[in-house]
């Protein structure tokens, strides 16, 4: 297999990355040992309009699913999908069905949306373009974002509400990972990697939020995180934003 070329915004705020989809399926490539090089997407040139692609041998692929079903395809089933029972790989299914179309869209709206947390979004993304053009990009951006977030319906509920939903969803993933140090098992799966993108935004991305304050309290979610960082992000200093 030909290097893959994997398209993603750059590193931010000490996480592997700000989307939790790139996050996703750059650990991927690294538990399953692809041979691969990062770079900064243009934006302008991404399929969807969204992060992240690769460019495989000359194929484009985008979207984080299919990127990852894409090179599966071509390898030795490298996580050991084949061997998880069709209920333990329905579980995982709707796992991350519900953190990448549900918590994803709160998280969202907090970053990009909220007043409290714009301050923080804008200076990473918008600052280092410089005055005027920072200002006028990000206010054109955000008034796109939060059109998508009242079309998605996040944007229609009351803070409480929200706050529910994502602690809610937050419950449901601590559940399921219970006793075992990964969602796979005794190994981490394709799973992992996509629970691991939104675990880490949660532990170490600066945003205070309700969601943020449940996963830094709780023991199991903080040990999981560690876990998959000294697995395929070692490069990265240890959290120091969990108390």
């Not at 030795?76 to 990448?100: F, I, K, N, T």
């Not at 990473?124 to 053009?133: V, W």
């Not at 998508?148 to 449901?172: K, L, T």
Request: glycine letters at 6%; aromatic letters at 10%.
């Amino acid at each position: 297999m030909a290097k893959v070329v994997l398209h993603q915004p750059p590193r931010l705020w000490g996480l592997p990355n700000p989307s939790p989809f790139c996050v996703k399926v750059e650990t991927w490539l690294r538990l399953a040992k692809v041979d691969y090089v990062s770079t900064h997407a243009n934006m302008l040139k991404a399929p969807r309009g969204k992060v992240p692609w690769i460019v495989d041998d000359g194929t484009l692929v985008s979207d984080s699913e299919a990127i990852i079903n894409h090179l599966e395809a071509s390898l030795d089933d490298p996580l050991g999908e084949a061997s998880l029972a069709p209920d333990l790989r329905a579980q995982h299914h709707a796992v991350r069905r519900m953190l990448e179309n549900g918590t994803y869209w709160l998280s969202f709206y907090e970053r990009w949306v909220s007043d409290e947390h714009w301050a923080t979004t804008r200076a990473a993304f918008f600052d280092p373009l410089g005055f005027p053009m920072g200002t006028l990009v990000g206010a054109m951006i955000r008034r796109r974002v939060a059109r998508d977030a009242h079309g998605q319906g996040v944007s229609r509920y009351e803070a409480s509400e929200r706050e529910a939903m994502g602690i809610s969803d937050w419950e449901a993933v601590e559940a399921v990972l219970g006793d075992a140090p990964f969602f796979g098992g005794a190994a981490p799966r394709r799973i992992d990697c996509a629970v691991y993108g939104f675990v880490c935004q949660a532990l170490w991305a600066p945003f205070e939020t309700s969601m943020a304050r449940y996963v830094r309290g709780r023991p199991r979610l903080v040990a999981y995180g560690e876990r998959m960082r000294a697995l395929a992000w070692t490069e990265i200093p240890k959290a120091v934003r969990v108390p």
